[in-house]
């Protein structure tokens, strides 16, 4: 009986060149995992081109609510946004994928597992890093670290020569991941960073162009830090996302265009659409910021810094994400209300904020004086906060003045100035 292997498959063309290569390197029977993360395949056909190429089994795990509650939610609640731009799309969807690929692995008694990542990007290291923290018992094979291929080109040319159909082509050579998130695109003209990404590039988001030439308000409801509601309806976490994703994509939310600094030290460029996830994280802060204490909130910026550097760089099954998580999820007991953000043509502002737990209180902020605030008490505050600044002030002044008095008299002798 030959050993398996568990490929984590997509259909692209990575993925749909390694399942006769593993045949021809490794002699193995191959398993081709398919997730879905809400890439919107059509999984039929991904299905019968698996086989069609060599497969010996195909497994489809749906994913799609596991993805958002288990690994999206948890980095919006953290406020995980690495370098300031990316949204973390497909750094949180990798380790649900290897996961489920590990688990059908020890279900099928597969000795292997590969994935079709290549060996200068982040991806390789989210999905090993994942096996090698659920079963490292599991031999790994990662082909472009392998074979002889160069180049996506190089790909095309195998492909073509295995008779297997691919949507990619010469002209159309962007390199994309798509899930309930977001999209990526990398690759074509997007390798040089002076090139502007070409209008035909973006697929699930409007130019400001191309976006209505009226205002449109959405109101995103949120309980103890989770997303619920959209305009007032109560969906589940899958519909929630789509619907975010239409409304944001149509108003030109979400684009961003990055060099990004690669785990393995590389720069690299991309862009990225995440409509729906850029109005959740813009509400989801505008929350926080009703009902969060301050000092929470500020060590709570340090968190979501690392918090999306762990995610990035693959480290999710970790103690250190595990022990974020519970602090993480202290805060958000009470980041319960809704917020109502205004989009147009790109452009988000914010309209409302709503919470039975705000910290916002009128009679504090309001420039009319009131009996719950005494400004006398602000005068003693000051003086204690300034304390070390008037200490230090007053001996700098005393040593300006000795300096000032030796300077006049230069037959002053040290000790004399001492004293």
């Known amino acids: 009986?030959?050993?398996?292997?568990?490929?984590?498959?997509?259909?692209?063309?990575?993925?749909?060149?390694?399942?006769?290569?593993?045949?021809?390197?490794?002699?193995?029977?191959?398993?081709a995992m398919v997730a879905d993360v809400g890439q919107g395949d059509d999984l039929e056909a991904v299905i019968e081109k698996a086989y069609?190429?060599?497969?010996?089994?195909?497994?489809?795990?749906?994913?799609?609510?596991?993805?958002?509650t288990g690994y999206v939610f948890p980095a919006l609640k953290a406020g995980a946004v690495y370098e300031n731009k990316y949204l973390l799309g497909t750094s949180m969807a990798r380790p649900v994928i290897a996961k489920h690929q590990v688990e059908v692995a020890l279900r099928e008694g597969a000795t292997a597992v590969a994935h079709g990542c290549t060996g200068k990007g982040n991806d390789q290291v989210r999905f090993e890093l994942t096996y090698q923290a659920l079963a490292p018992e599991l031999k790994v094979i990662a082909p472009w670290r392998e074979w002889d291929l160069k180049s996506r080109e190089d790909c095309l040319d195998y492909a073509e020569s295995h008779g297997i159909a691919v949507a990619q082509s010469r002209e159309k050579i962007h390199s994309r991941d798509r899930n309930l998130w977001h999209i990526s695109h990398e690759g074509g003209e997007l390798e040089d960073a002076g090139n502007a990404p070409f209008a035909s590039t973006w697929q699930i988001s409007k130019s400001p162009q191309e976006a209505p030439d009226r205002e449109e308000q959405v109101q995103i409801e949120f309980e103890a830090g989770v997303p619920v509601g959209v305009n007032g309806m109560r969906v589940g976490p899958v519909s929630l996302v789509e619907l975010a994703n239409e409304i944001g994509g149509r108003n030109a939310i979400g684009r961003v265009d990055i060099v990004e600094n690669r785990f393995v030290?590389?720069?690299?460029?991309?862009?990225?659409?995440?409509?729906?996830g850029t109005l959740l994280i813009a509400a989801h802060r505008e929350l926080e910021a009703l009902c969060c204490e301050r000092d929470v909130m500020h060590f709570k910026e340090h968190i979501g810094l690392k918090y999306a550097e762990l995610v990035y760089y693959g480290l999710w099954f970790t103690p250190l994400r595990e022990?974020?998580?519970?602090?993480?999820?202290s805060t958000q007991k009470e980041v319960t209300g809704s917020v109502t953000l205004?989009?147009?043509?790109?452009?988000?502002?914010?309209?409302?904020?709503?919470?039975?737990?705000?910290?916002?209180?009128?009679?504090?902020?309001?420039?009319?004086?009131g009996e719950s605030y005494d400004q006398k008490d602000a005068?003693?505050?000051?003086?204690?906060?300034?304390?070390?600044?008037?200490?230090?002030?007053?001996?700098?002044?005393k040593e300006k003045h000795l300096t000032v008095k030796n300077a006049k008299d230069p037959q002053t002798k040290p000790q004399e100035v001492a004293q």
């Open 52 to 68: 069609k190429t060599g497969a010996s089994k195909v497994v489809v795990e749906d994913l799609r609510e596991e993805f958002l």
């Open 342 to 369: 205004s989009l147009y043509k790109g452009n988000l502002s914010v309209v409302s904020r709503q919470s039975e737990h705000s910290l916002y209180r009128t009679d504090l902020s309001s420039f009319t004086m």
């Open 379 to 397: 005068a003693g505050f000051i003086r204690i906060l300034g304390l070390p600044s008037r200490s230090r002030a007053l001996k700098n002044n």
């Open 265 to 276: 030290g590389i720069k690299s460029r991309g862009c990225y659409e995440t409509p729906g």
């Open 323 to 329: 022990a974020l998580d519970a602090f993480v999820e």
């Open 1 to 31: 009986m030959p050993e398996k292997v568990v490929l984590a498959y997509s259909g692209g063309l990575d993925t749909s060149i390694i399942i006769p290569w593993l045949k021809e390197n490794y002699s193995y029977d191959v398993i």
